[in-house]
């Protein structure tokens, strides 16, 4: 069970989390999401936070409600691909700002990568 | 759907002004948050909407009229505080409220005696402090009422037992009910409230929905509640 940082709206982790596991093939092309009552009871969040992920992912085109049966996972592989790659993205901004806020430069933050050292901190 | 409105509503214990014109407007759907320290007037506000106390001013409305025995039959006040006989057992309580409240599902209650691994014959002097709080929540939820007012459930309430009554609440919810929580323990329900309601010394100095209150100031509603309360 994930620890929300309750700093930033919920929807928005719960909306990564989910697209986070669809990346992985945790959740595949066509599965059934759970309803979101199931998602609220899961995470421990309010059943309209939970209902507002599903509204959101609608909006995106990864999922998709079938009247009476619940929300499902698009079928369409095309969307998954970008979606592991938008998270990718967002993530290396993210550790780029933050180095350098630290006050590296873009070629000593490339050097660090490089860097074999850092392989042993990593799985 | 507004189900619940006060306005310019206060209360008085002699010199004392527990509330001093609270303005609130509850809609079905929702799980709201009434948060502030100690002598703030939760438990105030909302035995004011429950009828267990008379306001000193104001207004209270219920279901678009004046709060009346009829409203407050669909209204369900859970205190903070055990209230049972020591000669009671689980079985006895459900009795008890059977008989107290026409809304007084036997068979919801079954089902979350089982889902708070409780017994109908356990004695109310066995019970730990968390397992009476778990049977508070399973005898007021049970109750088929429109307006649930839940005062501190989880105080002094072990982990586990605090998950199974936030997951019974987050449960309850339906688009024809609403569930107002009042707790110190702001970090644990944050993520389960739609709105939040700060009261200090008796008036409201934040009413806003949670996620807005995150996305707009970057910062947790404990954090929020930190920066609000810090000289309380």
Known sequence: MIKFDSKSPIYLQVM?????????????????????RELAVLYSINPNTAS??????????ICFKKRGL???????????????????????IAFITSMRDLG???????????????????? | ??????????????????????????????????LGPNGSGKSTLMRLISGLYSKSNGHI???????????????????TESFFYDYMNIGSTAMYFSDFFEDFDNDRFDLLLKEMGLEKSMKIPSLSSGMNAKLRVALTMSRKATVYLIDEPLNGVDLVARDLILK????????????VLSSHQIDIIENV????????????????????????????IVQLYKEVFKDA
Not at chain 1, 70 to 92: C, H, L, S, W
Not at chain 1, 108 to 122: F, S
Not at chain 2, 12 to 29: H, M, P, Q, T, Y
Not at chain 2, 68 to 79: F, G, N, Q, R
């Open chain 1, 16 to 36: 990564n989390e989910i697209k986070k596991q669809l990346a992985l093939g945790e959740i595949k092309p066509g599965d059934k999401l759970p309803s979101s």
């Open chain 1, 52 to 61: 507002r992920v599903y509204k959101e992912l609608e909006a995106m085109g």
């Open chain 2, 1 to 34: 759907m507004e189900l619940i409105k006060t306005t310019n509503l206060s209360k008085k214990f002699g010199r004392n002004i527990a509330l001093d014109g609270v303005e609130i407007s509850l809609e079905a759907g929702k799980i709201y948050g009434v």
């Open chain 2, 61 to 79: 409305e219920a279901f678009s009229n004046p709060l009346s025995v009829e409203s407050k039959k669909h209204i369900a006040y859970m205190p």
């Open chain 1, 104 to 123: 590296y430069k873009k070629e000593e933050i490339i050097d660090i990568l490089k860097n074999k050292e850092w392989d042993n901190g990593i799985d």
């Open chain 1, 70 to 92: 619940g929300t499902f996972v698009t079928k369409e592989i095309n969307m998954i691909k970008p979606i592991k790659q938008d998270m990718a993205r967002d993530y290396v």
């Open chain 2, 193 to 220: 409230l739609d709105e939040v309601i700060f009261l200090k010394e008796g008036t409201i100095v934040l009413n806003k929905e949670a996620e807005d209150a995150r996305a707009s100031s970057g910062k947790s």
């Open chain 2, 168 to 179: 019974t609440v987050i449960n309850s919810l339906s688009q024809d009910n609403l569930i």
